[in-house]
T-cell receptor
């Protein structure tokens, strides 16, 4: 089983729509969780961290369910500029030197006018 | 503040040739990483470094070597390139900050091995 699994999509939505991405991870020892965004032919960039209590940043809301080993990202009022690939990322060790990121393959979002 | 830079941006090699990819960061980060990204595979860790003079293997280290002689630089070497090494290579760096482990990525190097 792949360590981090995501629905690759693509998700094609109109502007203003609400869209949700899901991600599951296999290692229950995973400690830190993130959503990264990657534009076409560009480098990944951190979108937001994900906490057990849930966190919100403007139109973006991330949730973590440790019991189900499940992470979600909700985007409200989608904009054309939200079109990108969203990468679900986990790390096994928090606050540890050399902790590498384990990436999902990404979910592609296309927002149209 | 340039962040993470990578050179070259593009390169075409013939099978068996060697090359070195250079990564530089100006954020005084201790940790640096090399990833490769292939279609349908996601990003995979090749090698990483937890400080000047140290390196360690990641998920897919075979065929690559690395060096971290200076804190700000992390070099990735291909001694004898193979077509299977055609990929996009990303360097990243990160700092220790509680349990927040954001990594900053360079713009990538697109390598084709013929």
């Amino acid at each position: 089983r792949k360590e981090v699994e995501q629905d690759p999509g693509p998700f094609n939505v109109p502007e203003g729509a609400t869209v949700a991405f899901n991600c599951t991870y296999s290692n229950s020892a995973s400690q830190s969780f993130f959503w990264y965004r990657q534009d076409c032919r560009k480098e990944p960039k951190l979108l937001m961290s994900v906490y057990s209590s849930g966190n919100e940043d403007g139109r973006f809301t991330a949730q973590l369910n440790r019991a189900s080993q499940y992470i979600s990202l909700l985007i409200r009022d989608s904009k054309l500029s939200d079109s990108a690939t969203y990468l679900c990322v986990v790390t096994l060790l928090a606050n540890q030197a050399g902790t590498a990121l384990i990436f999902g393959k990404g979910t592609t979002l296309s927002v149209s006018s | 503040n340039a962040g993470v830079t990578q050179t070259p941006k593009f390169r075409v090699l013939k099978t068996g040739q060697s090359m070195t990819l250079l990564c530089a960061q100006d954020m005084n980060h201790e940790y640096m990483y090399w990833y490769r990204q292939d279609p349908g595979m996601g990003l995979r860790l090749i090698h990483y470094s937890v400080g000047e003079g140290t390196t360690a293997k990641g998920e897919v280290p075979d065929g690559y070597n690395v060096s971290r002689l200076k804190k700000q630089n992390f070099l990735l070497g291909l001694e004898s390139a193979a077509p299977s090494q055609t990929s996009v290579y990303f360097c990243a760096s990160g700092a220790r900050a509680g349990d927040y482990n954001e990594q900053f990525f360079g713009p990538g190097t697109r390598l084709t091995v013929l």
